[in-house]
């Protein structure tokens, strides 16, 4: 029963709420940038560089294996699909550049709050006394 009451403690704390919140707008941030970059960002791209579609582009490296009889495929073929990946890149640079921003400005934010002067402490009763004593006796 201990380790539940435990897991309940750490479970319910703010700070775990946040970063559970925060994991499921990153995941939905970055499905919206990968719909960005591949239906937006990436066909004016390919059609500037000759009509090529980004999503079909790969090098083949071993042939698919069919039966010659019925035309069924035995093996998929190898290929490596330098599209997809220059895709990811792409999604990647951009999360990567929103990221950096997000941070940069809560770096600015907290570097703000730290450079604010703090408010001199008005002494307490006991501390004018005291103060007030210890002019007498320099006196």
Not at 33 to 51: E, F, K, N, R, T
């Amino acid at each position: 029963m201990k380790i539940v009451k435990e897991f309940k403690e750490f479970a319910v704390k703010g700070n775990m709420i946040d970063l559970a919140v925060g994991i499921i707008i990153g995941a939905a941030f970055g499905k919206i940038i990968a719909s960005l970059v591949s239906d937006v960002i990436m066909p004016p791209i390919g059609l500037l560089l000759g009509g090529v579609n980004f999503t079909d582009l790969h090098v083949t490296m071993k042939d698919a294996v069919t039966d010659p009889g019925t035309g069924k495929i035995l093996k998929e073929a190898v290929n490596l699909k330098l599209g997809n990946f220059i895709q990811t890149l792409v999604d990647f640079t951009i999360i990567a550049f929103s990221v950096f921003m997000i941070v940069k400005m809560v770096s600015r934010i907290n570097r703000n709050k730290a450079e604010a002067p703090a408010a001199t402490p008005v002494p307490t009763k006991d501390q004018e006394l005291l103060a007030e004593i210890r002019d007498l006796l320099k006196k």
